[in-house]
């Protein structure tokens, strides 16, 4: 079975701290590692899409990286406005995505 | 830039009745999907549809759950006899056939009292 654990559950980080944060996952051939952004009351948006292990992607204050086991997303200088719950979520057989828990992200002016 | 519509935004129902939520996906997606996401849990698949047909479904989506796409741009998701458990966000996602990358609507609180 698919799993996906995201770190930490909860991150509070002061305007311009940068930090980052954890997708590890135990899969049976990893066909797409994603990542979404999740307001409340909302549904996820998409940020990226990983592929493979030395993968990366940028947009904005976000840079997204694959390795064989984990995934992490890097948030450079972050805003207020990055406040937000980050899911991570993988694609193996099929097309459905099986997604990890979350980090809520609170940045704090 | 074209979203996903979802319709209602609240659905607040009694146990056993029937309810039907709506998605408007992205107007050129072939694959369209349904999930929930119970309040505090992670975001759960529930079926993927594709050629007017079924293409996967999980655990969670049994004989009480049924889609539908009854036109060229609605598709629909129905629950027959609701149960306080089915009370959770619903998220309608469609993707374009070349890529991967599934966008979701806005959601459809669903309360079963």
């Known amino acids: 079975e698919d799993q996906v654990t995201q770190s930490p559950e909860a991150l509070r980080l002061q305007e311009g701290e940068s930090s980052s944060l954890n997708c590890s996952y135990t899969?049976?051939?990893?066909?797409?590692l994603f990542w979404y952004r999740q307001d409340p009351g909302k549904g996820p948006e998409f940020l990226f899409t990983l592929y493979s292990a030395g993968e990366e992607k940028e947009k904005e204050r976000l840079k997204a990286t694959l390795t064989k086991k984990e995934s992490f997303l890097h948030i450079t200088a972050p805003k207020p406005e990055d406040s937000a719950t980050y899911l991570c979520a993988v694609k193996t057989s099929g097309s459905r995505l099986t997604f990890g828990e979350g980090t809520q992200l609170t940045v704090n002016p | 830039e074209p979203e996903v519509t979802q319709t209602p935004s609240h659905q607040v129902t009694q146990m056993g009745q029937e309810v039907i939520l709506r998605c408007v996906p992205i107007s050129n997606h072939l694959y369209f999907y349904w999930y929930r996401q119970i309040l505090g849990q992670k975001v759960e698949f529930l079926v993927s549809f594709y050629n007017n047909e079924i293409s996967e479904k999980s655990e969670i989506f049994d004989d009480q759950f049924s889609v539908e796409r009854p036109d060229g741009s609605n598709f629909t998701l129905k629950i027959r006899s609701t149960k306080l458990e089915d009370s959770a966000m619903y998220f309608c996602?469609?993707?374009?056939?070349?890529?991967?990358?599934?966008?979701f609507g806005p959601g459809t609180r669903l309360t079963v009292l």
């Open positions: 996602a469609s993707r374009v056939g070349g890529g991967d990358e599934q966008f």
């Open positions: 899969v049976s051939g990893l066909r797409g």
